[in-house]
């Protein structure tokens, strides 16, 4: 069973679970490509430079881990990723569009289109219910209510929330509101999804459950996923593992023969 836990959040290699591995198709085309990234913010202490020369691929179909410490910048390569943010430096590819020169109304149009965003924390709007939360981002390409408010409903259903779709967040814990998340997140069939902690605010039980529909839904739906954690069981069920440190990803060696030689 997973931990996460905070104090799983430093949990070393070593104590990490025999995975078991995703096989790594690396004839599959890349579907994200990176070059020189770099990210620097001007601070009151002078300059912070989170990235220098990073570089990174991804193939289609891959489910990738990010791991490293509290500020180490995973988030924000994530945003980078996903076009919420843009570099100081360097070029992002994906899905052959170039999004670190994209304006500001066609990165909203391309995330819109292309990417799928959970977070640690929901972001759900209180005042709605979870069919029109997931229908937002429908609503957002102009779908006409009734066919959002469908397509909304079948997504709740995959989720394992038929049944729940008239209730408030509110109403829901925090796993059903998780849920609900992932169900808005890939309502407009994505294809990738970026996932930052997306089961960090839940207890072990949850989270393992919540990862399981996340793999279930990668399958089923031919995504490529990135996801940003601290927890090493969570990891070692992708299909690479990176950890981020002094603004360069180094991969993490997860497989079972590693992971049994050094405990």
Known sequence: MMQTSRAAAHTDLRTARTPELREHDD?????????????????ARGALTLFRDLDLQIQTGE????????????????????????????TV????????KLSQRDAAAFRNR?????WQFHYLLPEFTALENVAMPLLA???????????????????????????RPGELSGGEQQRVA??????????????????????ETTAG?????????????????????HNLDL????????????????TLAMSPQTVQNRN
């Open 27 to 43: 004839t599959q085309p890349l579907l994200i490509q990176v070059n020189g990234l770099e990210k620097t913010y001007t601070t």
């Open 63 to 90: 489910m990738v881990a990010i791991l490293g410490q509290s500020g180490a910048g995973k988030s924000t390569l994530l945003h980078i990723l996903g076009a919420l943010d843009a570099p100081t430096a360097g």
């Open 93 to 100: 590819y994906c899905a052959s569009t170039n999004v670190s």
């Open 114 to 118: 292309e990417i799928g965003y959970v």
């Open 141 to 167: 390409r102009n779908m006409k209510k009734r066919e959002a408010l469908g397509v909304a409903a079948n997504w709740l259903k995959e989720v394992g929330l038929e049944d729940r779709g008239e209730h």
């Open 182 to 203: 992932l169900a808005r997140a890939l309502v407009n069939h994505p294809r990738l999804l970026l996932a930052d902690e997306p089961t960090g605010d839940l207890d």
């Open 209 to 229: 459950k919540i990862f399981d529909l996340i793999e279930r839904l990668h399958e089923s739906h031919g995504l490529t996923s990135i996801l940003v954690t």
């Open 235 to 250: 990891a070692a069920r992708c299909t690479r593992a990176l950890r981020l440190e002094d603004g360069k990803l180094a």
